[in-house]
Every structure is written in C-alpha cells, then in structure tokens.
C-alpha cells in the first residue's frame, strides 16, 4: 500500500479539484475515455505497460478507480511480476481494493476499450495535460486560501504562488531516456556550433584571464566570491556588475545588505569616472573641468540595466520572490549578493548559526538552477584565514566561514588575496598586489590570477593590463572577450 501511495501522489489534490467542480458547477478537466484506453493497453500489451510508466504517474488519472488499477499495475512492475487481468485483479485483492474497482468484470471491460497501441504517445501526452489543468485548478485554490490567511507573509504567498504553478506546470515533464548515441550526435552538433561562434558562452567578468578560464559566469553556477573583511569583496563585484552591464548590457541585479544604494552608486562613479574617492566623496573639491569629465563619464553607467537592493537583513524567501520578478520583468541574467551570512534563513533555523547559513546556501543555489541564471554571492572568511602559519597567508577551502555547506554548493569558489593584509608585503608599490584565487572550479581548471587593485579608483585591473589601464580602450571594457547572446551561440 505505500508503493501505491508514492506513485499516485495528490489524492488531496484529487479531492480539491473536484469540490472545486462541485463548487463551481463544473466538470474539472479530464479524459476517462484515454484514460480506459491506456488501462486496457496496459493490461494486454507489456510493452504499452512500459512506455505508459516513462511518462505517468497516478495523479494523470482523474478517475479513483483508475487510480488504483494504475497503482497495482505499477506494483506489479516494480516486483518483476506480469502484467494481466489475473494478476491485476490478484493485486487489487490483495490490497482490498479489488470491490472499490468494480471487481474483476471491470477489468475485463477494460481491456475491450483498447485502442491502437500506436497512439499510446498521443493518449499519454492527453493524460498529461489534463493532469497539469487539475494541478493549476488545486495551485489556484492553495494560492486563494493563503491569500485570504491574514497569518500569511505576502513574502511567502508570493514565492509560495510562484513554485506552486511552477510545480504544476513542470510536474508532467518527465525526459525520455535515451540512447548514448543520440546524445553524442547531440553533443557533436553544440561542438560544431560552438567552434564557429566567437565568445563567451557565459556573462562576461570583464576581466580576459577569468573570461579564458570560465568562458563566462555559466547559467545555473552559484559563485561564492570569499575574503577577510575590506580586502574588497565589494569592490569587485562591483566591477563584475559595471563589466557586464555597462559594456555588455546584459542586465544585473545587485543585492547589497551592507552597504546603502547610494554608496554603491558612489563608488561606481569613482571607478567610472577616474577621479579619486576623495574627490567623489567631497574631501577634495573638483574643478570645473573635473566636473566635466564626471558628467560625460556617467553616460553609459545611469543607462546601464543594473538594478541595486538595498534590503538590510534580507529574508532568502524574499530575495527567490524579487529575483524571480527580475528575471522575468527585467530579463537579469546574472546575480550578485553582498553578502550570504547577512541574509536570513528560514525562521525554524533562527539560532542555529551554521544550519541557517547552510539552508541559505542550498536556496541560493536552487535560485541559480531553477531560473537558469548564475549567482555570484560574496562571504566572509574566517579568522583562522589571517592566523594560519605558512602558505602565504593565502586562503583555504575550509576557511569558509560558518558552514562547509558553501563550498558543498557551490561550483565556483573565488577567494581574494591581498599580501599586504596579512603583513607579507614588501614595499609601498607591493600594496596594490592582488591575488584572484580560484580555489574551487567545478567544470574547469584552478588557478591564481594575478592582479592590481587601484583602491583610490575602486577598480581592479590585471597585471597585462596595467599598461593600458587608463586608456579609453581599457575603459570601455576591451580587454575581454566579446558576450554572444544564447540564441547566436545555439
């Protein structure tokens, strides 16, 4: 019995739908004529048995009785038994059901309303339908209910809303296996593709080294960007979300819990315009003709598709809502949070530090994979990162702060080095040295990636790159690959 449980899943659902009918005066979406024909295939056809439980699961099936036959259909293939009216019948005995079906007349009956066992794909793909309509039917009612339910969070409704039709409408997708051979031709044809496509298949970092290495922040990645605190996570994050957005107008939102929207737009100015902070934050007065240059170099910056949240403390839940309305409302295609542990897992984890921050880790990355985007989300390193003998100073894997959940998740781990902060430098022009340290590369290699970080500018550059880094070609982003959107590299 909790075989047929598991395999019909939505009884409850079942039973909405059809007070919902009754309700409404309405018959609920349904087919019972497939659904006869697809049983009665089954029952004389083992190969029709097969290709109906690729694709079906019990809730295709509108009608109770139906159900059952199906449920004790699958527990006959699930024990290597045959599939017949003897044993169905025996099956249903069994699990007392065999009354509650009609008896065995019914499946006799059953088995005279086959149809042609070519059009089992047709009645399949029928079944699924109807069963997405009841599921959006019972998602409809749930979605209605909370939002009567005053005890309800808009913020939960909203994200509970969303998943549920995403469920709905995902529930009846089921792949097809296949053949080894199909997918290599499959996987041959993207290669042939690939080869006569200039660029990235990612969004562009902006920086060529890392772009060589990832070929772009890839869909569906969670990056973790980790250091001590002011070695400037921030800072380049920053210039991630200028590169992609501003040279490349890929939009991208920016989720800061630290710092306010104005402080970010300030510190892109200072890295747009060339000035120094202090000029930007007023220490130092500019000029006429500085004046100037700071209006004509944020041009292409306040026409940029970046879009900042400066929600302090912001709840996980919260954040999936308002990415997924970007994604849609704005068409973002990547990420960024500053950063994990000042986010708020769920409510039932409040205290219990390290399981708090893993259930955000593990939401973070479900974000990334359900909407298709990459995620870039910076964390904090712990002090054992700085107090450590030996190895440069240079960040660990297992100085993740607060949770070894992060690096389980992710597939990208970044740490930024800086000599100077833990004491290694050697002279006043050392300062400026940074190390990008991919520590953790999922589908690629790992690496250092030496650069400079001009922090009077707020903007890191590479080592290659220094010569030309204040050039207007540098500027306007040359120094990486060109970005090919997903519909020209397919």
């Known amino acids: 019995m909790p075989q047929a449980k598991n395999t019909s899943g939505g009884r409850k659902s079942q039973d909405v739908v059809q007070d919902i009918g009754r309700e409404m005066g309405r018959i609920p979406p349904q087919a019972l004529d497939v659904e006869e024909a697809v049983l009665g295939a089954m029952l004389l056809e083992p190969l029709c048995v097969d290709e109906a439980l690729e694709s079906l699961t019990g809730k295709c099936f509108y009608l109770e009785r139906n159900r059952l036959i199906f449920d004790a259909i699958v527990e006959l293939r699930n024990s290597n038994a045959p599939v017949d009216i003897i044993t169905v019948s025996e099956k249903l005995r069994q699990k007392d059901t065999l009354e509650k079906v009609g008896g065995p007349?019914?499946?006799?009956?059953?088995?005279?309303?086959?149809?042609s066992a070519a059009y089992m794909e047709s009645y399949v793909r029928i079944l699924q339908q109807k069963a997405i309509q009841r599921d959006l039917i019972s998602a409809a009612h749930t979605i209605l209910?909370?939002?009567?339910?005053?005890?309800?969070?808009?913020?939960?409704?909203?994200?509970?809303a969303q998943s549920k039709v995403y469920e709905a409408?995902?529930?009846?997708?089921?792949?097809?296996?296949?053949?080894?051979?199909?997918?290599?031709?499959?996987?041959?044809?993207?290669?042939?593709?690939?080869?006569?496509?200039?660029?990235?298949s990612g969004?562009?970092?902006?920086?060529?080294?890392?772009?060589?290495?990832?070929?772009?922040?890839?869909?569906?990645?969670?990056?973790?960007?980790?250091?001590?605190?002011?070695?400037?996570k921030t800072a380049f994050s920053l210039n991630l979300a200028r590169n992609a957005a501003v040279?490349?107008?890929?939009?991208?939102?920016f989720f800061s819990l630290e710092m306010s929207s104005l402080q970010l737009a300030m510190r892109l100015m200072t890295s747009e315009s060339g000035l120094s902070a202090d000029k930007i934050k007023g220490g130092i007065k500019l000029q006429n003709d500085e004046w100037n240059l700071l209006e004509q170099s944020l041009k292409k910056l306040s026409s940029a598709p970046l879009y900042v949240d400066e929600t302090p403390g912001l709840p996980i839940m919260e954040f999936r809502s308002k990415v997924k309305n970007l994604v849609k409302q704005k068409k973002v295609r990547l990420v960024i949070v500053d950063y994990l542990q000042l986010m708020?897992?769920?409510?039932?984890?409040?205290?219990?530090?390290?399981?708090?921050?893993?259930?955000?880790?593990?939401?973070?990355?479900?974000?990334?994979?359900?909407?298709?985007?990459?995620?870039?989300?910076?964390?904090?390193?712990s002090r054992q990162a700085v107090q450590r003998q030996g190895g440069g100073g240079k960040?660990?894997?297992?100085?993740?702060?607060?949770?070894?959940?992060?690096?389980?998740?992710?597939?990208?781990?970044?740490f930024i080095h800086r000599p100077d902060f833990v004491g290694?430098?050697?002279?006043?022009?050392d300062r400026e040295k940074t190390q990008i340290i991919i520590a953790k590369h999922r589908n690629g290699e790992t690496r250092d990636i030496d650069m400079l970080f001009k922090s009077e500018r707020v903007k890191f550059v590479e080592v290659s790159d220094t010569l030309y880094a204040d050039t207007p070609e540098y500027e306007s982003g040359m120094n990486s690959r060109d970005y090919v959107e997903p519909e020209e590299r397919w």
């Open 105 to 115: 007349s019914v499946l006799a009956e059953l088995s005279g309303k086959i149809g």
């Open 145 to 160: 209910s909370d939002a009567y339910n005053e005890q309800v969070k808009v913020d939960d409704l909203i994200d509970t």
């Open 169 to 200: 409408t995902q529930s009846s997708d089921r792949k097809n296996v296949q053949a080894i051979g199909s997918v290599i031709n499959q996987a041959l044809d993207r290669i042939q593709q690939l080869q006569s496509v200039e660029g990235l």
């Open 203 to 232: 969004v562009p970092s902006g920086f060529a080294t890392l772009d060589r290495i990832t070929n772009g922040w890839q869909a569906s990645d969670l990056i973790i960007l980790a250091a001590r605190p002011s070695v400037g």
């Open 247 to 253: 040279d490349h107008n890929i939009p991208v939102a």
């Open 344 to 381: 708020q897992g769920p409510i039932e984890l409040k205290g219990v530090r390290e399981q708090e921050v893993a259930a955000i880790s593990r939401m973070l990355k479900a974000t990334a994979k359900e909407l298709n985007i990459p995620i870039i989300a910076l964390s904090q390193l």
């Open 395 to 414: 960040p660990v894997l297992s100085d993740l702060r607060e949770s070894g959940s992060i690096e389980q998740d992710a597939d990208m781990v970044i």
């Open 424 to 429: 290694l430098s050697e002279s006043e022009g």
